[in-house]
């Protein structure tokens, strides 16, 4: 992190703050804190831009601590954030930096017991970092008293002065004494609109930008991959990628449950992470995952802004991301103070548009992959693979298993042959998609269940989602006519909460499938694949 000034010790900053960040292994300024530190001190408002992992917090942090006067007992900073995750992080670093000042910060934000925060209050907090309905949960009770705020800073300031934050900030606003409040912006992000409306809230505000060509990080290599099958591609990433530290986004708390239950079925260690989870859920996952006892993080956009983890290796879009900005905070979730690391998104075909409007955006053009196959995934594998076997041969304790193996060898199979596909057994489970192994254009009379169906029938499995008013008389309308074809060959099987088998003949099969991949109902997508082998 180079920058024209040197050290810490050329910005007019306490004894007591620089040995704090000496403690926390920051020996020079990051060129956003070089440029903002001194204008913040000077009593300048800023709105200060620069990527993800370049040291924002304490740009913001460390002026803000020094201007604190210890002798007033009053909360004299505020600064707000768009989620708890981030709150408790911003909360804790500003703590750090205070360390030798004995300033303190505390974290304000839902899901915690107010009574409990309502007390910590009254301990003589000069900081709070806060949500925003938390807040205003604590104006209303008039359990917190902001009239004596100087500071106001909004991390992640275009998400807080976005559509679904800015009349919580108003209203925060409004309780903080206009004259000589000192206002400071900060994102890695700051769409030109939101830049006028923030403008509105500032006095005479100094821009700082940093590296203006690139949103994203240079360090951070860019991969995308096409497929149909992304649960089978994010599989074999995870597989041959090996080692690291996974954050994989998902669009919806639905899809993050999902790939949670598909991945710990599979055997791997991973946890979840978005805002139906009550707060103590929300903290272990955080709290494992900081501390290294889960490898994988799948999440909704709540982990996409500001979250610092410094061993973040990968970041996995599972799902494309909607817009350029979340994309943006996103990958910068790896890749922080000057270390590299790897952003994958996945595809389905029919997104390459939103991908080509994400590169235009952050002029930047993500490097196409190639999905390893199982065979890649398998050469990795064997060496250790190898090694496990050996181990379990030598714990000699697999004697129940003998009879298994002596009914197939008395059946005339192969010793060498039942070893292998035991192994296979181990390594990829009873996978009932993707028998043939191919990714996609595999033999379609493999890929169809028939088992209880009528003969030349072949049963479909559609996924119409939750709390969708759709009935089975739309289903089948909607496939007779996106399909062209006549509605009583289709036969409807069962209908549940969120899902429901239809039947339809063998050599519509596939036409259904992709006509209905490019379609919708009801303004609703409506996923349709064969239906699995449930013998
Ligand atoms: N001057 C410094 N020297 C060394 N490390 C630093 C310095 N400043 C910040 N860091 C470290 O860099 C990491 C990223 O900092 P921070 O979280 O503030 O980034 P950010 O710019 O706010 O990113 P984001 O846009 O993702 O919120 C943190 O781990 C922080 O401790
Ligand atoms: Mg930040």
């Not at 549940?496 to 099969?509: C, I, S």
């Amino acid at each position: 992190m180079k920058s024209e000034i040197v050290s810490f010790g050329d910005i007019a900053l306490s004894k007591k703050i620089v040995n704090a960040l000496s403690d926390m292994g920051f020996e020079e300024p990051s060129p956003i804190q070089a440029k903002t530190i001194p204008l913040v001190l000077e009593g300048d408002d800023v709105l200060g831009q620069a990527q993800t992992g370049t040291g924002k917090t304490a740009a913001f942090g460390i002026p803000t601590i020094e201007k604190i006067d210890e002798t007033d007992r009053h909360i004299q900073a505020l600064v707000i954030a768009p989620t708890r995750e981030l709150a408790i992080q911003v909360a804790e670093e500003l703590n750090k930096i205070g360390k030798y000042k004995r300033i303190k910060t505390l974290p304000i934000y839902g899901g915690q017991m107010i009574e409990r925060q309502i007390r910590a209050l009254k301990n003589g907090i000069k900081i709070i970092v806060g949500t925003p309905g938390r807040l205003l949960d604590h104006i209303n009770r008039k359990t917190i008293n902001l009239s004596y705020v100087r500071t106001l800073i909004l991390d992640e300031a275009d998400e807080m002065l976005d559509m679904g934050f800015i009349d919580d900030i108003k209203t925060i606003m409004s309780n903080i004494p206009n004259e000589n409040r000192q206002t400071l912006l900060f994102s890695a992000t700051m769409p030109a609109s939101i830049e006028k409306l923030a403008q509105g809230y500032m006095n005479k505000p100094k821009k700082i930008l940093i590296s203006r060509e690139h949103l994203t990080v240079p360090l951070i290599d860019q991969i995308y991959y096409e497929t149909r099958e992304k649960f089978d591609g994010l599989c074999r990433v995870l597989d041959v990628e090996g080692t690291g530290k996974f954050i994989i986004f998902c669009r919806t708390k639905k899809n993050v449950d999902d790939i949670l239950a598909s991945l710990e079925a599979r055997g791997y260690m991973a946890g979840g992470l978005h805002g139906d989870m009550n707060q103590a859920q929300r903290q272990r996952v955080m709290k494992k995952f900081r501390d290294g006892k889960l490898d994988i993080l799948i999440a909704t956009d709540v982990a996409a802004r500001g979250i610092d983890i410094d061993d973040i290796t990968h970041v996995i879009n599972y799902d494309i991301p909607q817009d350029h900005e979340s994309y943006v905070h996103r990958i910068g979730r790896t890749g922080r103070a000057g270390r590299s690391g790897i952003a994958i998104t996945f595809i389905e075909p029919r997104e390459y548009r939103q991908l080509r409007l994400i590169e235009k955006l952050i002029k930047h053009k993500m490097i196409r992959g190639q999905l390893p196959t199982s065979a890649d995934v398998l050469e990795l594998q064997k060496e250790s693979i190898k090694e496990k076997l050996v181990k379990v041969l030598q714990a000699n304790n697999y004697s129940d298993y003998h009879m298994i193996i002596s009914d197939l060898v008395s059946e005339q199979y192969d010793s060498l042959d039942i070893a292998a596909a035991a192994v296979k057994l181990s390594v990829e489970g009873l996978k009932d998609r993707d028998q043939d192994g191919t990714d996609e254009g595999g033999n379609i009379e493999r890929k169809f269940d028939n088992s209880g169906g009528a003969p030349g029938m072949v049963r479909l499995f559609i996924n119409i989602g939750r709390n969708q008013k759709i009935r089975p008389e739309d289903i089948v309308r909607f496939i007779a006519t996106e399909a062209d074809i006549p509605g009583n060959i289709i036969g409807v099987i069962n209908i549940y909460d969120k899902f429901t088998f239809v039947e339809v003949p063998r050599n519509v099969a596939e036409r259904v499938i992709s006509v209905m991949h490019r379609n919708t109902l009801k303004g609703y997508k409506i996923n349709v694949e064969p239906a699995k082998n449930r013998n």
